[in-house]
């Protein structure tokens, strides 16, 4: 991966290698070792590299061929309703004890992504009675 200066990712990658039946064990040899000379994907990527470039350029003398591509990405489903679902799902006596003493706001965070979800003292007591 590559960061910038606030920590956010600017460029982040992998390639995925599989010998297919019948492959020649000096060719899957070769490729293992080319791709260990491939330099951090991040970078390449923060760099306005493109995938097909760095397999070109990584693996020329295999003469790779491109049969297909799609991207992969993260995604979170997570969203204030999820979590006050979740809040919603705690027994009584939690639910009971969180509308008395707080903490208000109450400050939910995802366990995938990260991001943060607030419930005022307004909000928790529409949710949790």
Not at 47 to 68: M, N, V, W, Y
Not at 88 to 117: M, Q, W
Request: hydrophobic share 35%.
């Amino acid at each position: 991966m590559a960061f910038d200066e606030n920590e956010n990712i600017t460029g982040a990658g992998g390639i995925f290698l599989q010998a297919l039946p019948g492959a020649q064990p000096d060719k899957v040899a070769r490729a293992e070792t080319m791709i260990q000379k491939i330099d951090n994907l991040g970078h390449c990527f923060a760099q306005g590299q493109t995938p097909e470039s760095i397999i070109e350029t990584g693996f020329a003398g295999l003469s790779p061929r491109f049969l297909d591509s799609s991207r992969v990405e993260f995604y979170c489903r997570c969203s204030q309703e999820r979590m006050a679902a979740h809040l919603k799902n705690l027994p009584k006596e939690d639910r009971t004890d969180i509308l008395a003493n707080g903490p208000f706001p109450l400050e939910l965070r995802c366990h995938h992504c990260n991001s943060v979800y607030r419930f005022s003292q307004e909000e928790l007591n529409g949710v949790l009675n």
